[in-house]
């Protein structure tokens, strides 16, 4: 148990379809992140938070939608999305993001997008 | 930005040390070295990090080379829970974000 609490585990969606994924940290920290794992492929930064505000968008097409009401809540918002985006989804804390502290990470949401 | 090279995986015994290398030839002197893993069905952990000096935790040591362009995670009595993709990270102090390469995929044998 990391502290950190990513919903659902798994999800699988058509391209014309809306979900949300959901990220809920306990540890207190003022930093989150979404981070994308493709298959063979290294962990992706996607976005991140620090107290509340973006501070950073990795390029990231449109169709994902970043949402942070609090420091301790992150979701990702999901429309129109194709089956390449199918990946799994990593949520990710840590007490601040502008120093040098380490990583806390939830266990993912495995995406299928058909 | 510096970047660290790590051979594609590794192989160890049970319950025999495990040296995992990482080149960072490029590393500046305020990059710190951070070690995760990523256990199978996970999310990355964090294993060990440090500047200089060698470290040492419950999981793990690193040894950092003098000149700073190498170092190695060591972990002293693998086990098969120890099977994962190992990632070594620079990352600045002043808080750039991490940025995971390849790794290292440990495999551990009975």
């Known amino acids: 148990e990391t502290g950190v609490t990513q919903t659902p585990r798994h999800l699988v969606m058509g391209m014309t379809n809306k979900k949300s994924l959901k990220c809920e940290q306990h540890l207190g920290h003022n930093a989150m992140y979404w981070y994308k794992q493709s298959a063979k492929k290294p962990l992706e930064l996607m976005f991140v938070?620090?107290?509340?505000?973006?501070?950073e968008n990795n390029s990231v097409p449109s169709r994902f939608s970043p949402e942070c009401p609090n420091s301790s809540h992150l979701f990702l918002h999901l429309h129109t999305l194709q089956p390449e985006d199918s990946a799994l989804y990593l949520c990710?804390?840590?007490?601040?993001?502008?120093?040098?502290?380490?990583?806390?990470f939830g266990s993912g949401t495995q995406l299928s997008v058909l | 930005d510096a970047k660290t090279t790590q051979p594609n995986s590794m192989e160890s015994n049970e319950e025999e040390p495990v040296h995992l290398p990482c080149n960072h030839s490029t590393i500046s002197g305020t990059d710190y070295i951070h070690w995760y893993r990523q256990l199978p069905s996970q999310g990355p952990e964090y294993v060990i990090h440090g500047l200089t000096s060698n470290v040492n935790n419950r999981m793990a040591s690193l040894a950092i080379a003098e000149d700073r362009k190498s170092s190695t995670l060591i972990l002293h009595r693998a086990t098969l829970r120890d099977a994962a993709v190992y990632y070594c990270i620079l990352r600045k102090d002043y808080g750039q974000n991490f940025v995971f390469g390849p790794g290292t995929r440990l495999s551990v044998l009975p």
């Open positions: 990710a804390s840590s007490q601040d993001s502008s120093t040098n502290e380490k990583l806390f």
């Open positions: 938070y620090n107290f509340k505000e973006q501070t």
